[in-house]
């Protein structure tokens, strides 16, 4: 008798503990929002490590750039420094490289050229960040729409019980109501640090690019040393 209790004891604590729902179950519970908020949430992650890869590529320059730049103007050799400059894949020697195509113009037209392509490439690095944003601020909105479809979903489902207060009767929409509010904010919050992180480095480029656009306007403004 003895024994029979003590194997018959795991079993009764086995079926006293409550049943918990995998992944997989808490997503198909939350309903076919969660498959938006999905598909949201990879279009974030593609555009950040995209556009991640991007402006880091665009940040990288030769730390002596400018001065070979200044080396060649000075020696007259403008092939080099125009070779260099589309030999260097970067925002700021595509900005040098059409300042040194204006040389001999008016230095407001060569400042004007420069700048004219800085706000290009500017431009082009923030391609797919207003995308980011939008995700950021829309995953919790439908987040917030799933709370509100799975509440009426749980009022309707109570009201078709004859108003009878059920666990298992309201359990369909309190979870659609709780699962996509949750979705909502894994996909919204990540997206929101994401798009600023992308913005403080594009700001960061700009600076770059504004310290060396000063840089070559100095160049031509500076008489060379004829010793």
Known sequence: MTLFLQAAAPAALAAEQPETMGFGELFLAGGWLMWVLLVLGALAVYIFVERFIAIRKASKIDQNFMNKIRDFIYEGRMDAAVNLCKSTDTPIARMIDKGIERIGRPMADVQNAIENVANLEVSKLEN???ALATISGGAPMIGF????????????????AGGAVDMSILSEGMYVAMITTVGGLIVGIPAYFGY????????????????????????????????
């Open 145 to 160: 729409l799933g709370t509100v479809i799975g509440l009426v979903q749980a009022f309707m489902n109570m009201s078709m």
């Open 196 to 227: 600023n992180y992308l913005i403080a480095r594009i700001e960061k480029l700009v600076f770059q690019m504004e310290a060396n656009s000063i840089a070559f306007m100095d160049i031509l403004n500076q008489p060379v040393d004829k010793k």
């Open 128 to 130: 797919g960040l207003p």
